[in-house]
Nanobody, 117 residues
């Protein structure tokens, strides 16, 4: 079993910053990539940012230059972060992290990010 636990969401004013964390634990034998997705009300879930096992990163056009994804491995604890700066109203969504093991994708429970004017 693999568990992903997100934290760091909350309410922030437009222009502000938040840092999301996602701690992965359990029977993790391989990590191809870890990603952040978001889903706003009435919209489909979309990929926000991803980082592969070799450190390559990719971002949705809407967040390039504002969001930064990073990864750390400390003993058995794997954590992916999403630093979100210059937040906009349209960044409001539930943010989910995922772990791609190559044969299965695992999901966290999501954390709410609300940007107010």
């Amino acid at each position: 079993q693999v568990q992903l636990v997100e934290s760091g969401g909350g309410l922030v004013q437009a222009g502000g910053s938040l840092r999301l964390s996602c701690a992965a634990s359990g029977s993790i034998f391989r990590i191809n990539a870890m990603e952040w997705y978001r889903q706003a009300p009435g919209k489909q879930r979309e990929l926000v940012a991803g980082i592969t096992s070799d450190g390559s990163t990719d971002y949705a056009d809407s967040v390039k230059g504002r969001f930064t994804i990073s990864f750390s491995r400390d003993n058995a604890k794997n954590t992916v972060y999403l630093q979100m700066n210059s937040l906009k109203l349209e960044d409001t969504a539930v943010y989910y992290c995922s772990l791609d093991s190559g044969w299965k994708k695992y999901w966290g429970q999501g954390t709410q990010v609300t940007v107010s004017s």
